[in-house]
């Protein structure tokens, strides 16, 4: 883990605690590859090539972590890391 990965660990960590006393949840989502537009032919084979089992995201594939996430339906989900890319850490 690198310096600033663990600073972030240990705030994120600090933060969680100090908003679970008031019904706040803290989670963070990455997402892998998303299809935003911006990505080229060439950042599209890139990435095929790195990690070929991986379907690019669609924005509607986030936002619908998210709408779960501050729903009440997930009011005990909190301090998790939600990887949705598989396998895509090296990107």
Do not use: Y
């Not at 936002?63 to 009440?72: G, P, Y």
Request: aromatic share 4%; net charge neutral; hydrophobic share 45%.
């Amino acid at each position: 883990m690198t310096g600033v990965s663990r600073r972030a660990g240990i705030g994120f960590a600090i933060t969680r605690r100090l908003l679970a006393d008031r019904g706040i949840t803290v989670n963070c989502i990455k997402p892998g590859p998303v299809d935003t537009g911006w990505a080229t032919d060439a950042a599209r084979a890139a990435v095929a090539a790195m990690v070929p089992a991986v379907r690019w995201g669609q924005p509607d594939d986030v936002a619908k972590l998210v709408s779960w996430l501050v729903s009440d339906e997930a009011e005990r989900i909190t301090g998790q890391v939600h990887d949705m890319g598989r396998d895509t850490d090296h990107l």
